[in-house]
């Protein structure tokens, strides 16, 4: 009977890796995902209908983040990225108490690769106002702020941008400007502590030079994702490229196409 069972059980290793966002930011994730993992499916999901989350309850990110992540686990899924810092600081520990069985990949500003590789020099933490204000982020500046000089700035209106495509408008760049100009020539590095945030780095470059380094979590991310799927036996062994699925609360044509469009972006690092 248990021999039965396990022929007739479905390959864990052949579904999909959900990868969640509160919009179309995780995209910038999902890219580096399949870039270390192309034969690996994927099933992105962006909630841009209740998006932007970094300016909400903590309660609310909650409760929106762990409905999304049960309906792409009742569809069938074998990991899920919470590819978005905002949601992972709101719902990491209940979406690991629910979900035990699934291996849960959180975000976190990369701001430990930014201070090691800058000590005693001027960081820049740019994310939205609920990811600076989470006990997550408290904890990280508590272990590294005596190691170099970090300056928090919200940002939220950058996920509006990025939401609408305007990722290389004279608009961003006059926001960049008022944000970020006062830091030209005293920032050594720039911590992008919102996955929206990679899609504009060619904008935030320009306006804080090109010698500020600049850092985000998405390869670090995918790095742990496969880590966390060899340990739990789940990495696939197909051969060629897996799938990848975009799919979005906002089920439109206009989103869709942009969500393509992000996805096929080239790379700007």
Do not use: W
Not at 156 to 171: K, Q, R
């Amino acid at each position: 009977m248990d021999t039965q069972k396990e022929t007739t059980a479905p390959n864990r290793t052949a579904l999909p890796i959900a990868v969640f966002d509160s919009g179309l930011g995780g995209i910038s994730v999902l890219r580096e995902l399949v870039r270390r993992m192309p034969n690996e499916s994927f099933l992105y999901y962006g909630d841009s209908a209740n998006a932007p989350y970094g300016t909400r309850p903590v309660e609310t990110v909650r409760r929106l983040t762990l409905e999304n992540i049960q309906r792409l686990y009742d569809r069938g899924i074998k990991a899920a990225v919470i590819a978005c810092n905002t949601a992972t600081s709101a719902a990491i520990i209940p979406l690991r108490e629910r979900f035990a069985d699934l291996p849960v990949i959180g975000m976190e500003p990369a701001l430990k690769p930014a201070v090691l590789e800058h000590e005693h020099a001027c960081i820049l933490v740019l994310a939205t106002p609920l990811t600076l204000r989470e006990e997550k982020f408290a904890h990280l500046l508590e272990h590294y702020s005596s190691r170099a000089q970090i300056v928090r700035l919200p940002c939220p209106e950058l996920v509006e941008f990025v939401e609408a495509g305007a990722v290389d408008t004279p608009e961003v760049y006059a926001y960049l400007r008022e944000r970020l100009g006062p830091y030209r020539g005293r920032a050594d590095a720039a911590v992008l502590g919102c996955t929206h945030f990679p899609f504009l780095r060619g904008a935030i470059r320009a306006v804080l030079g090109d010698s500020v380094a600049l850092y985000d979590g998405g390869a670090g991310t995918a790095r742990e994702t496969e880590h966390q799927l060899l340990a739990h036996g789940l990495r696939s062994a197909a051969a060629g490229r897996g799938a990848v699925t975009l799919e979005n609360s906002l089920d439109d044509a206009r989103e869709h196409a942009l969500s393509e469009l992000l996805f096929a972006l080239p790379e700007n690092r």
